[in-house]
């Protein structure tokens, strides 16, 4: 009957050591990623500085400026022509 009672202690060494452990870390982990996710989908996906970092903000088309398109230009021209 000794033999049995080394493998039932070793079977509990073994969970005690190795898979609660194991669990408490999965745990940990799923919990870190499920808080991510939430994170992500209610508030983090509105935010421009996550947008522009993850690559879902799309540029924006460039205008180019007219060449009249100001009081400072004019004056400048009408300098220019004196």
């Given at each position: 009957m000794a033999g049995g009672s080394s493998l039932t202690a070793a079977s509990e060494l073994a969970v005690l050591l190795v898979f609660?452990?194991?669990?408490?870390?999965?745990?940990?982990?799923?919990?870190?990623?499920?808080?991510?996710?939430?994170?992500?989908?209610?508030?983090?996906?509105?935010?421009?500085?996550?947008?522009?970092?993850?690559?879902?903000?799309?540029k924006k088309p460039v205008k180019p400026k007219p060449l009249n398109r100001g009081r400072i230009a004019r004056f400048y021209e009408s300098q220019a022509q004196r």
């Open positions: 609660r452990p194991v669990l408490a870390v999965a745990f940990v982990l799923s919990f870190i990623l499920l808080s991510w996710y939430v994170a992500w989908r209610t508030v983090l996906v509105h935010v421009p500085l996550v947008q522009e970092i993850a690559g879902l903000r799309r």
